[in-house]
């Protein structure tokens, strides 16, 4: 495993956002994976951008419960009011 420069990575680092949106042509992500492959500290903020856009991805296919957006569209209506009384 080589060690890399800080400096060295923020190329990479920006293209992770890309590689995980499979906007990358194949040599540009062969060089991605080649530079995740070896440096750990990459590799760890792939993972890391990997696991937040899954969780957001879930979060929003996921719906609340009808108590919840009852409780949220009364409190809406509730401030509504107090703004055009006000």
Known sequence: MSQHEPGDCAD???Q???L???ELDEADRS???MHLDACNPCLEKYD???TVKA???RSCSESAPAELRER??????EVQVR???G
Do not use: G, H, M, W
């Open 12 to 14: 990479f680092l920006e």
């Open 16 to 18: 992770i956002v890309y």
């Open 20 to 22: 995980l949106d499979n």
């Open 31 to 33: 060089a991605v994976r």
């Open 48 to 50: 890391l951008q990997r």
């Open 55 to 57: 969780l957001v991805a």
């Open 72 to 77: 949220v569209l009364l409190r809406i209506r």
């Open 83 to 85: 703004i055009t009384e």
